[in-house]
Structures are given as structure tokens and as C-alpha cells.
């Protein structure tokens, strides 16, 4: 409605039938709220993590090992933030909730069901044609 020409959507398609994520992160974004996230230097760069215990750590280790990432400069990662990332992983793969590595954005507090991909297109679709052809005449009138 802003004048955008298209969208960019990540988090939204980790929620979805055919997505190949694990259960347990499908479902963290479902039950997470938007200030349930936290950001912290990531394996490529600054990465927005669902918060667990695991998202605390690698916030910690980023304030203590590389504090300019909160002030908005690149930084280099250091081993031990890797090694929070790496076990993040494997703990993903166990199933081990507080301590899994799950990627996420605040948007995970808009998303609350699990779609096929064709029905959230389909909606996204039809949302965004019924705004286009009603908004403009709430506001300059028929
Ligand atoms: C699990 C996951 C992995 C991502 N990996 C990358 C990546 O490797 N490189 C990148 O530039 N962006 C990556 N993104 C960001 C997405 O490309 C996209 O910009 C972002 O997810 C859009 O915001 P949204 O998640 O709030 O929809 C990733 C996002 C998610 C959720």
C-alpha cells in the first residue's frame, strides 16, 4: 500500500507443510511473540536468533568478544562465538530445544499457523489485491 513493488519473506516459509525444518523450529516460530528474538554475530555476519539459552550465550560472548556489533560496524566472529554456533547445530539435530540454534526474525509474532506454501501465496495474493482495490477509495472517496 506503501508503493512497494514486491516483498522479501524468510521466516514466514520456515513455517509452512512442505518447509524441510526441523518440527521443533517450525513450531518455535508458530509460538514465539515479536520480542522473542535477540541478534548477536552470526556464522555470516549479524544473524537474528529465536531466544533460547543458546541465543543468550551467543549474545554474550558477542558483547564481550566483539561489543561494535551493537554499534552497527562489521566484525569479525571469534572461535568461541563459532563453537556456540557449531554445537547450536548439533543440538538442533538432537532436539534439544534451549540450546538449538534457531534462526528467526521478529515476524515470527505475526506468524501463528503452519500453511501449505500454495494456500500462503494464494492469501498473501488475495490479501493484498482486496487492500489495493478498497484502500484507495477509503481515503479519496468513491
Ligand atoms: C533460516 C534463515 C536463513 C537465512 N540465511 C540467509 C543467508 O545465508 N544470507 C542472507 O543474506 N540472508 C539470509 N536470510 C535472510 C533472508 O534472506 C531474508 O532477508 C529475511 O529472512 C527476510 O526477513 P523475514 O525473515 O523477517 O521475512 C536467512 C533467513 C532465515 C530465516
Redesign the pocket.
Known sequence: MMGAAGI?????F?ATQESDFEPMWKQAVVNREERQTLAGRGL?GPMRFIRNKRAEEIVERTLEDAPRFYLGEPVESTEAILDLERSGFTDLMDGKEDTALL?????VGRIHDLPTTADLINNIMTEAKMLLETIPGKVLGK
Open positions: 522479501q519473506m524468510g521466516t514466514r520456515i555470516f534462526f528467526g526474525g521478529e515476524v
